[in-house]
T-cell receptor
Framework: NAGVTQTPKFQVLKTGQSMTLQCAQDMNHEYMSWYRQDPGMGLRLIHYSVGAGITDQGEVPNGYNVSRSTTEDFPLRLLSAAPSQTSVYFC????????????FGPGTRLTVL | SQQGEEDPQALSIQEGENATMNCSYKTSINNLQWYRQNSGRGLVHLILIRSNEREKHSGRLRVTLDTSKKSSSLLITASRAADTASYFCATDAASGTYKYIFGTGTRLKVLA
């Protein structure tokens, strides 16, 4: 199993550009989530999904969109990048819900100029 | 929103010593999890303790939970240089919102 994979590893954007961060898992997990981690901070939940076709907002959803068309994939879209979105983004998955152990991807380091 | 807050923010110890870090949270929970993050990497799950449990062990890790004080502690015994990492607690909402809230973490440095 590859576990949770994220692409790209690094990305630099200009203010106003849009992009999609990819996340995939091969463990047949129902629950997937996106977090952002700013320097010296913990993780803040952006969006999460409890299964294909079902998504919901976390603590900091503004400026981000998600969709879950398959169990495996959970892409995160930045609609119009802003410098405040400079961060490290982590995708995670767990078997059935957030109450199970979460498996994290390696992260995407995003810089918005 | 509720948040786990770890204490201390940073901890430096010698190899072989024990490391204790604490987590406090604000509202009732179903369970609490501890994660480790090595520099620049994703988080790795260490242990989950449910609200009806008071203590749990996993190898050199011991976690306690005091729901009356809304706090948890993580003890790493006989620490090793490889334990150098940041440690986070994460709490869910007892109302079952499927959201986990992470604390700001304790940075542990184990000196060889």
């Amino acid at each position: 199993n590859a576990g949770v994979t994220q692409t790209p590893k690094f990305q630099v954007l200009k203010t106003g550009q849009s992009m999609t961060l990819q996340c995939a898992q091969d463990m047949n997990h129902e629950y997937m989530s996106w977090y952002r981690q700013d320097p010296g901070m913990g993780l803040r939940l952006i969006h999460y999904s409890v299964g294909a076709g079902i998504t919901d907002q976390g603590e900091v959803p503004n400026g981000y969109n998600v969709s879950r068309s398959t169990t495996e994939d959970f892409p995160l879209r930045l609609l119009s990048a802003a410098p405040s979105q400079t961060s490290v983004y982590f995708c995670a998955s767990s078997y059935s819900s957030a109450t199970d152990e979460q498996f994290f991807g390696p992260g995407t380091r995003l810089t918005v100029l | 929103s509720q948040q786990g807050e770890e204490d201390p923010q940073a901890l430096s110890i010698q190899e072989g010593e024990n490391a204790t870090m604490n987590c406090s949270y604000k509202t009732s929970i179903n369970n609490l999890q501890w994660y480790r993050q090595n520099s620049g990497r994703g988080l790795v799950h260490l242990i989950l303790i449910r609200s009806n449990e008071r203590e749990k062990h996993s190898g050199r890790l011991r976690v306690t939970l005091d729901t009356s004080k809304k706090s948890s502690s993580l003890l790493i015994t006989a620490s090793r240089a490889a334990d150098t990492a940041s440690y986070f607690c994460a709490t869910d909402a007892a109302s079952g919102t499927y959201k986990y809230i992470f604390g700001t973490g304790t940075r542990l440095k184990v000196l060889a």
